[in-house]
């Protein structure tokens, strides 16, 4: 979710059928949310549609994030990159990253966690994306779970067009994949959050039936 991005899930459907793992899934969908975000926030923020029935916050509906670019990620520090072409670079390029980002003091050295989420289109084969409004403020405390390796992430002071909102989950240690729970504050509100923890951040489908990224 730093930099948080992601994809109706037309296009995580799509990807799985061509990708044989659900890591390569998650980054072919990133790729498209990003083209499809960057789209958007060059016409216009994003803004909560006028029939939604939750309520506007008026906190974040202005406030625009920008996406980071390949110029500005530290990838040589935040990976362990392998050699290219080599046999095996394919494969361990999905998790080259996992030694440093898993790491706790990285989660939490006090950083402002934000990004956006993407809203299905009418049905599985539309090829409308909207997205909400950004979420941001998001701060993390991290803790690794003993005897297995994953870490426990505790999200607070997040705000979104909805309102405030805490973040509750686990990372695998091994693969980056991630479950999280999205829980609005004060509010019968709460989403599940399926995804992996990148390079580029968080990124993850939300809701029942993989609704959006």
């Known amino acids: 979710m730093e930099q948080s991005v992601g994809i109706a899930r037309r296009i995580f459907h799509d990807c799985r059928y061509k990708l044989d793992d659900p890591a390569s ?13 960057r789209t958007k926030l060059a016409t216009a923020p994003p803004q909560r549609a006028q029939n939604d029935p939750l309520p506007q916050n008026n906190q974040s509906s202005s406030r625009v994030l920008a996406i980071p670019g390949a110029d500005s990620i530290p990838f040589t520090y935040l990976m362990d990159l392998p050699v290219p072409f080599s046999d095996r670079a394919m494969s361990l390029f999905g998790t080259c990253h996992i030694r440093r980002m898993m ?21 599985d084969r539309s090829a409308e994306v909207d997205f909400d409004p950004a979420m941001h403020g998001v701060r993390f405390t991290a803790s690794e779970l003993l005897h297995t390796g ?9 705000i979104d067009g909805v309102g405030a909102f805490e973040l509750r989950g686990t990372i695998d240690g091994k693969t980056g994949a991630l479950r999280m729970e999205k829980i609005y504050v004060n509010r019968d509100i709460r989403w599940g959050w399926v995804g992996f923890l990148t390079p580029f951040g968080i990124t993850a489908s939300w809701g029942k039936r993989w609704g959006g990224w």
Do not use: K, M, V
């Open 25 to 37: 899934a998650a980054y072919c969908a990133l790729a498209y949310f990003i083209r499809d975000l």
């Open 103 to 123: 790491d706790p003091t990285f989660l939490q050295d006090g950083a402002e966690w934000g990004g956006y989420y993407s809203l299905p289109g009418p049905d």
């Open 150 to 158: 994953n870490i426990e992430l505790h999200g607070t002071g997040g």
